[in-house]
């Protein structure tokens, strides 16, 4: 008897790699994430306990807290991921570029195997690209955003321009055209990139026209963390008309 073709499983299917996520307690954009992967790639999702505050320094600063960064890698460590990935921007940069090395350190410390933080991975692509002065977009109140100018600072990137919407909480409610707006409020001629801060801001179906329209790299949070956990997996995300995606199968130095 003749096998059914829609029977028949493919070796990508059976050879699947894994990308474990540390994701803050409201984040709400699984699906976003996805859209990066290969068809051979999985995320393994795990959550950082709810933080009763809203979304400012302090909370940014819980999120970031070594024990329970390090709890949450060790939880999505069984189903056997290549890389961890930490999602969110704002507890990643909030206490600067060291502080960031040592999340990264408390991943692998926890057992990751290799660990990538949304910050770091906006380092690295900020140096593929060859970007120095960047336009900002982000969801926060200034205070939070005062850290993100900080963190890149320390990585010799200048914020020409920043716009912060001041959302204290709900913050993937944000449309897109809330954010296609700004961010051509906040486009300058000598910013050679923009970036679109917090993995809770929704923003894949954008990125390719808004590139088309500024003539410019547009990167995200989201964009950037994924492509950088395929980086260090050595696979390429997918994101039709993505700067960053055509790069991803590069080493940043």
């Known amino acids: ?13 059976l050879a699947q790699q894994g990308i474990g996520v540390v994701a803050p307690f409201d984040f709400a954009l699984d699906r976003e994430l996805w859209r990066w992967m290969p068809d051979d790639v999985s ?21 970031s807290d070594h024990s329970i960064v390090r709890q949450a890698t060790r939880d999505v460590l069984t189903p056997e991921p290549r890389v961890v990935a930490y999602a969110c921007a704002s507890g990643s940069f909030v206490r600067g570029a060291t502080g960031e090395s040592r999340l990264t350190e408390t991943m692998l410390s926890a057992g990751a195997p290799a660990a990538v ?16 002065r960047i336009a900002v977009v982000t ?3 200034d205070s939070v955003t005062d850290r993100l100018v900080h963190f890149l600072r320390a990585h010799d990137v200048q914020v020409v321009s920043r716009v912060g919407l001041g959302l ?53 949070a989201n964009q950037v963390t ?17 700067s960053l995606v055509r790069l991803s199968g590069t080493t940043a130095v």
Not at 1 to 13: C, H, I, N, R
Not at 54 to 61: D, R
């Open 1 to 13: 008897m003749a096998l059914d073709p829609a029977l028949v499983v493919t070796p990508a299917l």
């Open 43 to 63: 995320l393994y999702m795990t959550r950082l306990p709810y933080v009763p505050v809203p979304v400012t320094v302090e909370m940014a600063s819980a999120l």
């Open 117 to 132: 933080t949304t910050s770091g991975g906006l380092a690295e692509s900020l140096r593929l690209l060859d970007a120095r």
């Open 139 to 141: 969801p926060y109140i």
């Open 168 to 220: 204290l909480s709900h913050i993937w409610k944000v449309g897109y055209g809330e954010i296609v707006e700004a961010v051509a409020q906040v486009d300058r001629p000598e910013a050679e990139a923009v970036f679109i801060s917090c993995t809770n801001v929704p923003t894949y179906d954008i990125i390719a026209p808004l590139e088309r329209m500024l003539g410019k790299p547009v990167l995200t």
């Open 226 to 242: 994924m492509c950088s956990a395929l980086r260090a997996m050595g696979w390429t995300a997918a994101g039709d008309g993505q």
